[in-house]
T-cell receptor, first 115, second 113 residues
Framework: NAGVTQTPKFQVLKTGQSMTLQCAQDMNHNSMYWYRQDPGMGLRLIYYSASEGTTDKGEVPNGYNVSRLNKREFSLRLESAAPSQTSVYFC??????????????FGAGSRLTVL | AQSVTQLDSHVSVSEGTPVLLRCNYSSSYSPSLFWYVQHPNKGLQLLLKYTSAATLVKGINGFEAEFKKSETSFHLTKPSAHMSDAAEYFCVVRGTGDYKLSFGAGTTVTVRA
């Protein structure tokens, strides 16, 4: 039982390059999230998907796009990477709704450096 | 909209002494509150959650937190720190009917031998 799997774990890009971070879950959770973590700022929500077929912007969506490919997979794309996007990215999944109270299960993170 | 403020960016304790991590929240509705822990180079793991049941919540690894509505606080405590408690801790709030969570800036805990 892998839980939440993110790939790649590490990536170095040059300014202007594009890339996609992949996230897959085997938790059978409806909601999926992408966060970025920067020192002293906690985690900030980039995009989320409350269920298959829907996506919504979070706090810091500029420069990113997402795709909820199916219930298991939620990808994050940087079309033209900028140094300000250097960060650690976390994918998370949750049951959502009142019953699940949105307890999240996190992946191990993807460390991205943009030069 | 909801938010959290973690009052200490860094806490240093000796092994075997109590740990207190302070969190104040702001929420328009009855909130759900969480504490997560992140060990170095790892993802976040749920320590405990409050969802309008008992105000004193017990979590994993001997941690507990008390919800105080009058003080809008949700402080995390542990009676006796262990070396393995060295990590970063995040207080998190969710408002009613909202999928989105708001994270505090984090408190880094150092445990001295």
């Amino acid at each position: 039982n892998a839980g939440v799997t993110q790939t790649p774990k590490f990536q170095v890009l040059k300014t202007g390059q594009s890339m996609t971070l992949q996230c897959a879950q085997d938790m059978n959770h409806n909601s999926m999230y992408w966060y970025r973590q920067d020192p002293g700022m906690g985690l900030r929500l980039i995009y989320y998907s409350a269920s298959e077929g829907t996506t919504d912007k979070g706090e810091v969506p500029n420069g990113y796009n997402v795709s909820r490919l199916n219930k298991r997979e939620f990808s994050l794309r940087l079309e033209s990477a900028a140094p300000s996007q250097t960060s650690v990215y976390f994918c998370a999944t949750g049951l959502g709704g009142p019953t699940g109270a949105n307890v999240l299960t996190f992946g191990a993170g993807s460390r991205l450096t943009v030069l | 909209a909801q938010s959290v403020t973690q009052l200490d960016s860094h806490v240093s304790v000796s092994e075997g002494t109590p740990v207190l991590l302070r969190c104040n929240y702001s929420s328009s509705y009855s909130p759900s509150l969480f504490w997560y822990v992140q060990h170095p180079n790892k993802g976040l793991q749920l320590l405990l959650k409050y969802t309008s049941a008992a105000t004193l919540v017990k979590g994993i690894n001997g941690f507990e937190a008390e919800f105080k509505k009058s003080e809008t606080s949700f402080h995390l405590t542990k009676p006796s720190a262990h070396m393995s408690d060295a990590a970063e801790y995040f207080c998190v709030v969710r408002g009613t009917g909202d999928y989105k969570l708001s994270f505090g800036a984090g408190t880094t805990v150092t445990v001295r031998a």
